[in-house]
């Protein structure tokens, strides 16, 4: 029997994945939450073999989510169910400890193939999720400040701006802009924001 937890902010995509798994003999759902949170909760008091997660959650999300079940060490493995595919979120997810990677979208039958997967100790990652990481993984990760920097172009502001809001030269944000426009394979910062914002490593709120 495959102990799993399932964590969904969406009530409706709790129910639908628990009447599914539990049609199957070998599945055992143990617990639902709404959140990071309120999993961490359920895993205090029984720990499953499977954990379904998904990215965007409100409070704690799933990132932080498998980050924290990392730093308890807790004995499970996680598998990413999401709407979000880009290549950031794959690569955050998989960095954070997550085992497998489908999108919400996927066939029951491929769900279950995940799940058989990763409970043996493989990872499960679709052709086109492994392509994306791939692709994610040949580029350098953008540093905290340029991360800041791409922000502030993202919302229209010139050099100049960038630079007295964040206290430093003219000079270190026009190093900022070409180291971003490198990592990301660019030309320009118009084309820089569209590509990250494409690619997921800016999310614009």
């Known amino acids: 029997m495959i102990r799993i937890v ?43 073999d499977i954990l379904l997660i998904d990215l965007r959650m409100q409070r704690l999300d799933g990132i932080g989510l498998m980050e924290e079940v990392a730093r308890r060490r807790y004995p499970l493995r ?14 955050r997810s998989v960095n954070a400890g997550a085992r497998g990677y489908l999108l919400k979208d996927s066939s029951e039958h491929e769900l279950i193939e995940a799940i058989f997967t990763v409970h043996a100790g493989k990872n499960y990652l679709p052709q086109h999720i492994a392509s994306k990481l791939a692709d994610r993984m040949h580029r350098s990760s953008l540093s905290t400040r340029e991360l800041e920097v791409l922000g502030m172009m993202a919302k229209g502001l010139t050099n100049k701006q960038i630079a007295t809001a964040l206290g430093i030269s003219d000079h270190t944000v026009r190093s900022h802009v070409a180291n971003i426009t490198e990592k990301l394979e660019v030309a320009d910062r118009t084309e820089a924001v569209a590509i990250a ?9």
């Open 78 to 91: 996680a598998i990413v169910l999401t709407s979000y595919e880009t290549d950031e979120d794959v690569y």
């Open 6 to 48: 399932i964590v969904d902010d969406h009530p409706a995509i709790r129910v639908g994945l628990t009447s599914m798994l539990t049609a199957h003999h070998e599945f055992e759902v143990i617990g639902a939450a709404a959140s990071g949170e309120d999993a961490l909760s359920v895993l205090e008091g029984q720990m499953p």
């Open 197 to 205: 914002i494409q690619l997921g490593v800016l999310q614009l709120r």
